[in-house]
């Protein structure tokens, strides 16, 4: 049983910049595939992006590509999200989730956090 959980969230103007973490536990890190969704209110969730267990493939949703990069740090079991230029379309409590196999859909995903809170004014 893998434990996921995020911080970093918060508000920043538009153009700003976050970094998201997701630090894991109970489990092999290294051996699973590493995503970010997220949820907007009254919107569905969505991919944002995803790793895969040993880094060395990514994965982009067209709408944050070259903004967002995801990356991980085995020996810390931590996987990362940093967001540059923001908008505030980005605003959504973004979650972190593991899973075994490498992909887009959530619903493949095994474990999740609880989520953080990003609020990119404008």
């Known amino acids: 049983q893998v434990q996921l959980v995020e911080s970093g969230g918060g508000l920043v103007q538009a153009g700003g910049s976050l970094r998201l973490s997701c630090a894991a536990s109970?489990?092999?890190?290294?051996?699973?595939?590493m995503g970010w969704f997220r949820q907007a209110p009254g919107k569905e969730r969505e991919f944002v992006a995803a790793?895969?267990?040993?880094?060395?493939?990514?994965d982009y949703a067209d709408s944050v590509r070259g903004r967002f990069i995801i990356f991980r740090d085995n020996a810390k079991n931590t996987v990362y999200l940093q967001m540059n230029s923001l908008k505030p379309e980005d605003t959504a409590v973004y979650y972190c989730?593991?899973?075994?196999?490498?992909?887009?859909?959530?619903?493949?995903?095994?474990?999740w956090g609880q989520g953080t809170q990003v609020t990119v004014s404008s």
């Open positions: 790793i895969s267990w040993r880094g060395r493939s990514t």
């Open positions: 109970g489990g092999a890190f290294s051996s699973y595939a």
């Open positions: 989730a593991a899973d075994r196999q490498y992909g887009r859909d959530s619903q493949d995903y095994d474990y």
